[in-house]
């Protein structure tokens, strides 16, 4: 009977970028697999203790840190001391492809770099299980397929597939009679509304009195005649000059 194969995804280091160890956490556990993800900042002692308590298959790695030349031996290093050196360590991240060579001479599983398919990380996984175990790993079912949608239709398309019944002439006419009177109704509602909501003015109208009101007497002032002014003094009439003789030539 075909079982699940167990992987462990770990981010060994200081390397605090995650987004792609989930996704390739999600696409394997799409593919079949029981994934185990320990989450940031792991040292390489805690990745391979938690690979020995979950009894895992494969230990996956993610380093974009640039310490793989360091991170990978070392983690190998400790799964052959605690006895599950057996098992795959494999990963990926920002890896030249010198140093995948050097890493994969050194025993340490196929790597993958930046833009790799995770359905080739999936079948790699699945064909080292086969190899090392002579089991046959389990495989989940196929997607299912959607139907395709049908193209949306203009609304002509759909008048013409769809039409409408007609109404005689008398229907009509009652029809739009109606709207206008609900309309009319409508608009005298609103109206009320509106002269409900003005204040009312505070000025208050002057009561009526009962007797009439008198009308005020105009008195004139007696006319003052203007005091007559002194009368001037005549000037006295100067005296005649003499005639001059006229003078003989």
Known sequence: MPRKIRVLVGKPGLDGHDRGAKVVAAALRDAGMEVIYTGLHQSPAQIVEAAVQEDVDVVALSVLSGAHMTLFPEVFGIMKERGIGDRLLTGGGIIPPDDMESLASSGIGRLFGPGSSTQDIAAYIRVWFKQHTGEEPFAAPPAPTVAPRMPS???????????????????????????RKKSAAKKRVVAKKK????PKSAKRKPAKRSTPKRKPVKRSAPKRKPAKRPAKPKRAARPKRPARKAKRR
């Open 153 to 179: 239709l203009s609304d002509a398309e759909h008048a013409a597939l769809h039409p409408r019944p007609a109404r005689p002439a008398a229907k009509r006419a009652a029809a739009k009679q109606t709207a």
């Open 195 to 198: 002269a409900a909501a003005k």
